[in-house]
């Protein structure tokens, strides 16, 4: 459990965890989720820091 | 804009921007701004503390209307019910087996077949250890959720340790507790 000792790593994978559960769980209520607004595509902006935010776990974790 | 949050019982006061919206005991939290997925998290967090059961809903779920939210929830109402007295007191513990990435450095399949093999079979001890603990759980082939009532939350932490002791060819990591998101089923 080398991540509970890192703090500035640890708060990383909880905002990766964070964004994970918010994007693939949690009940839905209408047939069509809305994923842009305004023409900025929101969640693909996210998806992007979570990527970038698992590469780096990854390598800190087994480097 | 109308952005659904979560649904709750027992809600006490809502920070500024997010609004209460009863369907009979169901109570929908909601809020006019467009929020990130990060925001939308950490809202759906911050409920833990002032609701007695709290149902997170996925992100994006975004409404024009009072009438379009009151058409997608009154259908849903008797299973939103049902859900949220199953997540009444409890939070989420979330435990994920992490791939240990030396065991898969060999050029031996047999070794490496026989490493991934034991390592699923303590994942599923530990799961099956944990399970026996937990109000409720859920598990993919190496995540898994459990539903634990927020008092005995020490207590589990204090098993999943002795577990990790037991175990320690397992490299694992824990989270939580978080809102029930793996115990919020799309209805």
Sequence with gaps: MSVAQHPSLRDRVTLVELVDRVLNKGVVVSGDITLSVADVDLVYVGLRLLLASAATFEREATG | ?187
């Excluded at chain 2, 099956?128 to 207590?155: C, E, F, H, I």
């Design chain 2, 1 to 187: 804009v109308i952005h659904l949050y979560a649904f709750v019982h027992g809600v006490r006061e809502l920070e500024a921007g997010l609004e209460a919206r009863p369907f009979g005991s169901v109570v929908a939290v909601i809020g006019a701004d467009e929020p990130d997925p990060l925001r939308h998290g950490l809202v759906v967090e911050s409920l833990l503390d002032r609701a007695d059961a709290v149902l997170p809903v996925r992100f994006g779920e975004r409404f024009s209307t009072d009438e379009d939210l009151a058409a997608a929830v009154d259908p849903r109402l008797e299973a939103l019910e049902r859900q949220l007295d199953h997540v009444a007191g409890c939070v989420e513990v979330g435990v994920r087996v992490v791939p240990r990435q030396e065991s898969a450095d060999g050029d031996d399949g047999a070794a490496y077949m026989r490493a991934r093999l034991s390592e699923q079979l303590a994942a599923d001890e530990v799961h099956r250890a944990l399970a026996a603990q937990a109000r409720d759980s859920v598990q993919t082939s190496r995540d898994a959720g459990y539903l634990v009532a927020r008092s005995d939350v020490g207590a589990f932490s204090l098993a999943v340790e002795r577990l990790l002791d037991s175990h320690p060819a397992l490299d694992v990591l824990c989270t939580g507790p978080w809102a029930p998101y793996s115990f919020a089923a799309a209805t």
